[in-house]
């Protein structure tokens, strides 16, 4: 069987450094907020080319705590694809505020042409997430925040790497989000997020909010959380960053055979926007009866994930947005049609083309 994803495989490949670090961090005496965190938090910061980094419990967070540190809360709209992982969305409503949904493009991302309709008296804020690890069009998107006086938040949590011409993802905007769950391109062994930011004030508030809003043990200036990073998954992400770039390189590697060798005229492969690179968090694929092709795949030997089967707006969790079906076609037509193929570090080249040859070989049934 070929799953979906193989973590061992990542651990394994560094795995005396990971092994090493983690004794390190027990025998310190030190477990959270410390010195793996800060330095990772430098680390970061360095390799995205931002002024500041914060590293918080989760991904989720990172979005809750940039909404909340913008001011963006009650009575505000804020812009955001329609398909999305859930998150984004929660990271909006939590605080209070509306997700505004726009469609997306052919590349998955928020289709730019349709942002400046959506735009009313009470949008503070545009939402991009990069999703599947290709970089939205930041280019259009900017300038477009930028005409109408909007906030920019980027949701990073699949992008750990990827450029908008030549420029980081998370870069573009007021605060870029990360997630580090174990499966993202750049994972630790347990949950874990952060938040880069070039303003000093946005990175000072987050530092204080993941904190109880303390900034001085017991003397609390607001009402924050617990989203303190743990000093063993600091430290593991230090070594995944150091190595994220070959990481990258290697599923690029793997989707430049998927490029090549599939060639069924049922599927339509992923692609690539200009000065838009993909790191692939996901090698998503789409055809007509998705679910005839998830079992044919399945029944020889080979597991896919549906990157998403339900799109936020029609999730009981947001029925009282009051969204029909219907409502977002193109999101609603992805959801029915896209499936996400094997695609990870440590995917062995004879695994690749077994899952080439097995969908070249798919006539439309099981
Ligand atoms: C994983 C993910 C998140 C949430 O990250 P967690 O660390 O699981 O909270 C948010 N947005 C997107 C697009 C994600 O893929």
């Known amino acids: 069987m070929i799953e979906t994803n193989r973590l061992d495989r990542g651990f394994y490949r ?42 918080l419990a989760s991904g989720l967070d990172a979005l809750i705590l940039a909404f909340r540190a913008l001011g963006i809360g009650k009575g505000d709209e804020v812009i955001v694809q329609g398909n999305t992982y859930i998150a984004s969305v929660m990271g909006i409503t939590i605080n209070g505020a509306s997700p505004v949904f726009v469609e997306p493009d052919e590349y998955y991302n928020i289709d730019a042409s349709k942002i400046e309709e959506k735009i009313t008296e009470k949008t503070k804020a545009v939402l991009v997430v990069h999703l599947y690890g290709q970089a939205s069009d930041m280019g259009r998107i900017t300038e477009i925040c930028k005409k109408h006086g909007l906030r920019l938040v980027e949701d990073c949590a699949q992008s750990h790497g990827s450029c908008f011409n030549g420029k980081k993802t998370g870069t573009f905007s007021d605060v870029g989000c990360f997630s580090f769950y174990p499966s993202k391109n750049m994972g630790a062994f347990g ?33 924050g959380m617990n989203s303190r990073l743990d000093e063993i998954q600091a ?13 990258n390189d290697e599923k690029k590697e793997i989707a430049s055979v998927y490029d090549r060798e599939i060639k069924n005229d049922l599927i339509t492969l992923p692609e690539i926007r200009e000065h838009c690179e993909h790191i692939y968090h996901q090698y998503v694929i789409r055809t007509e009866k ?5 079992e044919y795949l399945e029944k020889n030997g080979i597991k896919t994930i549906i990157h998403y089967p339900i799109p936020p707006h029609l999730s009981e969790a947001y029925r009282y947005l009051g969204k029909e079906k219907g409502s977002l076609p193109i999101t609603e037509g992805y959801a029915d049609e896209v499936l996400s193929i094997p695609m990870y570090n440590g995917l062995l080249r004879e695994e690749q083309e077994r899952v080439t040859e097995v969908l070249n070989e798919y006539k439309g049934s099981v």
């Open 235 to 247: 430290g593991f992400l230090r070594i995944r960053l150091k190595h994220l770039n070959e990481l």
């Open 191 to 223: 949950d874990a997020g952060a938040v880069i930011t070039d303003d000093k004030d946005i990175a000072e508030n987050i530092r204080v909010l993941r904190n109880y809003g303390s900034e001085k043990r017991y003397h609390n200036k607001a009402v």
């Open 14 to 55: 560094y795995q005396k450094e990971f092994e090493d670090k983690a004794l390190e961090v027990l025998r310190s005496g030190w477990y959270i907020l410390g010195q793996e965190v800060s330095s990772f938090e430098e680390e970061f910061a360095s390799y995205m080319g931002s002024g500041y980094c914060v590293g």
């Open 290 to 294: 998705r679910d005839v092709l998830k």
